[in-house]
């Protein structure tokens, strides 16, 4: 019996899954299930890159891209909760040790640095440090 050959991961393609069950479900995003879906952001960086040498990158960078851009959608119709703004910067944190962390994945912070920036231009001015006025997830914060 032959060892069976595994399928690589790619973010970029659940995030679309996903996205596709809950807007068949309901007409607007189910922010709990979007907040299981950033919270896996470190697990597929994981996987997509070493099951997918060429491309994993690029489908971990697109999944985690897409998740943030449903952020900003959310953010634009005033629906944006601070439980989903703390899940992705916690992401955000968990994503940049890993990809500090594990040989052959720095190039992946700058996928990070992009999310990052995007999140941070959420935040209430003029400090960046809360959403709505409620203090968000930093590392190290308490």
Same mark, same amino acid.
């Given at each position: 019996?032959?060892?069976? %050959?595994?399928?690589? #991961?790619?973010?970029? &393609?659940? *995030?679309?899954?996903i =996205?596709?069950?809950m807007t068949?479900q309901?007409s607007?995003?189910?922010?709990?299930?979007?907040?299981?879906?950033?919270?896996?952001?470190?697990?597929?960086?994981?996987?997509?890159?070493?099951?997918?040498?060429?491309?994993?990158? %690029?489908?971990?960078? #697109?999944?985690?891209? &897409?998740l *943030?851009?449903i952020? =900003?959608?959310?953010?634009?119709?005033?629906e944006?909760?601070?439980?989903?703004?703390n899940e992705a910067?916690k992401?955000?944190?968990?994503?940049?040790s890993?990809?500090g962390?594990?040989?052959?994945?720095e190039?992946c912070?700058?996928?990070?640095?992009?999310?990052a920036?995007?999140?941070?231009?959420?935040?209430?001015e003029?400090?960046?440090?809360t959403?709505?006025?409620?203090k968000v997830?930093?590392?190290?914060?308490?």
């Amino acid at each position: 019996m032959e060892p069976r %050959q595994s399928q690589p #991961t790619d973010y970029g &393609r659940f *995030v679309i899954h996903i =996205v596709k069950r809950m807007t068949q479900q309901s007409s607007s995003i189910d922010q709990a299930m979007l907040r299981r879906a950033i919270g896996l952001a470190s697990s597929y960086l994981v996987t997509d890159t070493s099951t997918n040498l060429e491309r994993g990158i %690029q489908t971990w960078c #697109t999944g985690f891209h &897409r998740l *943030v851009d449903i952020m =900003v959608v959310l953010h634009s119709r005033g629906e944006l909760e601070l439980e989903t703004v703390n899940e992705a910067s916690k992401a955000c944190s968990e994503c940049w040790s890993v990809a500090g962390t594990w040989r052959g994945m720095e190039d992946c912070r700058q996928g990070v640095k992009e999310v990052a920036t995007k999140l941070k231009k959420l935040l209430d001015e003029p400090h960046r440090r809360t959403y709505k006025g409620s203090k968000v997830y930093t590392p190290n914060s308490s």
